[in-house]
């Protein structure tokens, strides 16, 4: 009776590892977004990013660097502040949804200012 116990659990543990699904040895990064940047933010220091957006709604730091995500009613904005001469500044920004040409959308970022930048009629 034990070795038939024994045979039968030394079966299911085969089985089990036999069954192991296949882990993939890369996952795929999603595509980068097109190159360029908006230069109305680009270079701009902590308190002047929160002088002209308000407070982020969530921050993340990882040493010198920081990721703020701003939420708006059709878009969201991500910031990324690197030291740059001993300063945090914005060196990067993409937006959800993004850009035609470039990782952020100028009207996602516009609408999400304190104080929008009149559009000009032509």
């Not at 543990?13 to 699904?21: D, E, G, H, V």
């Amino acid at each position: 009776m034990i070795r038939k116990l024994a045979m039968v659990s030394a079966c299911v543990l085969l089985a089990a590892c036999a069954n192991r699904a296949a882990v993939p040895d890369h996952v795929a990064l999603p595509a980068a977004p097109p190159p360029g940047e908006l230069p109305s933010v680009i270079g701009l220091t902590e308190s002047a990013l929160r002088a002209t957006f308000g407070e982020p709604a969530f921050v993340r730091k990882e040493g010198d660097t920081q990721f703020w995500r701003y939420n708006g009613a059709a878009c969201h904005a991500f910031f990324f502040l690197y030291k740059q001469n001993g300063v945090l500044t914005v060196q990067h920004v993409e937006s959800l949804p993004p850009g035609a040409a470039i990782g952020a959308d100028n009207a996602c970022i516009n609408a999400l200012r304190l104080h929008p930048i009149p559009v000009p009629v032509s």
